[in-house]
Every structure is written in C-alpha cells, then in structure tokens.
C-alpha cells in the first residue's frame, strides 16, 4: 500500500473505532445484568460490557468495515471498484434452472463441489439453439471492472456460514459467471480472515459442503492480496497495529480488564481495534502454542490468531 492507502485505511478504522463505542454508566450495566442473567457465570461487569460492544461491532464489521476496507485498498491499483453493484441481464432460463439445481443438489450432498464442472454445466445448457430467456439479477459486495483477469465479483462473508448462505452465494456465483461468460469473468466468496492456523487446516463443514474451497474461496491473506498485491495483509496488519507499545501494555499477561477499558475510554481508536483484549482473558497465546515456536506452522497458528483478536465474529 502507498502512503495515500494506508491513511485511507487508517482514517477508516479509526471512524469505524470512534463510531462503534458506546458509553455505559452504572443503569446501562444493571440493564444488560438483567437482560443477560446467565452472563454472570463467566463475565464481571467489564467482561459484560465489552461483550456487548464486541457483538455490536461485528455486525458493523461485516457491513460496513470489510467491504469499505476492501475499496480503499483495491482503488489504489484499479479505477473501477465499486460496492455493492448491482448487474442485471438475460439468460436462458435452462441456465437459471441449472444453477438452482446444482445449489439444491449440493445442499442435499447429491453431488460433491466442483467449481469446473459446475460452470461447465451451467454454461453448457446455454448451448441448444433458441431458449426462453428470463432477466436475472446478482449484486456484488465489491466489483472490480477492470480487475487484471476479468471482471472480479466479490460477496464477502463470515469464515463460518451457515448451509442457507453458502446455498444462496453459490448461485450468485455461478449467475454472474453465466452473466458475464464472455468476459472471463472472476467470482470469489472472501472471507476477510481466516479462524484457522492455514487454510490447509480450514475445516467448516458447511462451507465445504457447498463450496469449493480450492477454487471459489479466498481466505484472509488470499482476499487482501488479490485485491491489492503481494503483502497487502501485512501491510493491513501494520496499520491496525497503529501503537505497537500500546497493544503490550494491554496483551500483557495478567493485564487486568478495567485496565483496557479504561483505555477505551481515553483513545478509542487505538483501543476499540483491541475488542479482543477487552473481553477475553490475558491469555495472548492459544492453547497448545505457548513458548517459542520457530516453525512455519507455529508462525502461520500465531499470525491467524492475533488476526482473529482484531476480528472476533
């Protein structure tokens, strides 16, 4: 990222840091004390608190943060980026029919994910002279016209959706690419970082029920490379790091909680990036990586989890 970028991407989740807290005085807390009765068995009233912000923040992550994220950067190495594009055309309706039996299909486990020969059948039915053409209509998270390959439809999600997304985004997928077939048109699901240490390790089952995970997914690094270039995760990663003396203070094991919610109060834009540390215990490492580990999986196990503290969904 040049220096434009990354004040772009700073500024955004600084905003996003800013607009995403909100104050509790003593009724607020007694309020969600009563309204979350069995809380109390593992959260103390700051635990409580930084829970409610966490769940609120996660849902404005997916709305509004990643797919804002993901123009900033994207619009450094292309001029047409656009979110949330909405494209409209004709297709046979043979096609439409197909798509909506391959999602069926793979729903019921039918059939097995193939990205290949699923295009191959959707655009193969398309082939047999003259058919009833039906209007369809797909709307991309993020759209980049003149992406390098083809044009490139985004929808980004959760690593963890559920059968009735993953359903519903294959045949965005599939429906776009059927749209655009001339084009060499390029469709991904993104998912904005990855809950595992590598995406060898990557094992939701319901995502791999429907999806190919080799060809219709990028996964963290993957998603912020593609649309940017190589290093563009780290380079992310820099920029949520934006106090690097900061965040120890907070990591630290044994830091207390009021600690960091003291410091949300004081500089939130630094601190709200650390939803993590203020509901989680101190524990900064995850179970089975304490101690120095060298080794490349050790690096990649620690790397998605300081990714998954800033992203917690």
């Known amino acids: 990222m040049n220096s434009t970028t990354r004040q772009a991407v700073y500024d955004l989740l600084k905003s996003f840091a800013q607009q995403s807290v909100k104050r509790y005085g003593p009724q607020d807390i007694e309020e969600l004390k009563q309204a979350h009765p069995f809380h109390k068995l593992f959260l103390n009233d700051a635990g409580l608190i930084a829970a409610k912000r966490e769940r609120s923040a996660v849902t404005r992550m997916g709305m509004f943060l990643f797919p804002r994220l993901a123009k900033s950067i994207a619009s450094e190495r292309y001029q047409q980026v656009i979110l949330e594009h909405k494209m409209q055309g004709l297709i046979a309706k043979s096609t439409v029919d197909a798509i909506a039996r391959i999602a069926r299909e793979l729903r019921s486990g039918q059939r097995r994910p193939n990205h290949a020969a699923e295009l191959a059948e959707v655009l193969h039915v398309d082939d047999h002279g003259d058919q009833e053409m039906v209007s369809v209509r797909v709307i991309a998270d993020i759209f980049i016209g003149d992406f390098e390959r083809g044009p490139l439809f985004v929808e980004i999600k959760t690593p963890k959706p559920n059968l009735d997304i993953g359903a519903a985004t294959k045949q965005k997928i599939l429906t776009f690419l059927a749209l655009r077939a001339r084009d060499n048109p390029q469709a ?72 960091a919610l003291q410091a949300v109060a004081q500089e939130p834009a630094v601190a709200e990036v650390e939803l993590c540390v203020v509901a989680r215990p101190s524990q900064v490492e995850p179970p089975g990586l304490a101690g120095e580990r060298s080794d490349e999986r050790g690096r990649q196990a620690r790397r998605a989890f300081a990714v998954g503290n800033f992203f917690w969904l």
Request: aromatic share 12%; no cysteine; proline share 7%.
């Open 188 to 259: 991904y699901v993104a998912f904005p970082y990855n809950p595992y240490p590598t995406r060898a390790d990557y094992s939701h089952s319901l995502t791999k029920k429907i999806m190919d995970v080799r060809d219709e997914i990028l996964i963290g690094e993957e998603f912020w490379d593609t649309i940017g270039s190589t290093g563009t995760f780290d380079q992310l990663l820099e920029v949520i790091e934006v106090d690097a003396k900061y965040r120890k203070r907070l990591a630290a094991p044994g830091a207390p909680m009021h600690l």
